[in-house]
């Protein structure tokens, strides 16, 4: 059974740090590039960072350059994400995926964690 287990998430104040981690199972999770996701209320889920299956590339939304950092850890399972100088636009769920497209396609979900950033 595949699992994708998203934790982390909570209230944090603007100008602070959050780390996410997401806990796969049920597949080979070498073999997949892994992303953060996110959904505020009203909008469409964007895509937040991407990293390759061996680490060896990652890719980042404009608005968090600089601010976040993903990062992987193949012999655990599990993919972080690394939130600072956390601003309120960051409000969202975070979700993790799991893609791979050969030999077959598969895309993986996890349920998400809600991250807000208030004072």
């Known amino acids: 059974q595949v699992q994708l287990v998203e934790s982390g998430g909570g209230l944090v104040q603007p100008g602070g740090s959050l780390r996410l981690s997401c806990a796969a199972s049920g597949f080979t999770f070498s073999s997949y590039a892994m992303s953060w996701y996110r959904q505020a209320p009203g909008k469409e889920r964007e895509l937040v960072a991407r990293?390759?299956?061996?680490?060896?590339?990652?890719n980042y939304a404009d608005s968090v350059k600089g601010r976040f950092t993903i990062s992987r850890d193949n012999a655990k399972n599990t993919v972080y994400l690394q939130m600072n100088s956390l601003k309120p636009e960051d409000t969202a769920v975070y979700y993790c995926n799991a893609k791979r497209v050969v030999p077959t396609m598969r895309n993986y979900w996890g349920r998400g964690t809600q991250v807000t950033v208030s004072s």
């Open positions: 990293i390759t299956s061996v680490g060896d590339n990652t």
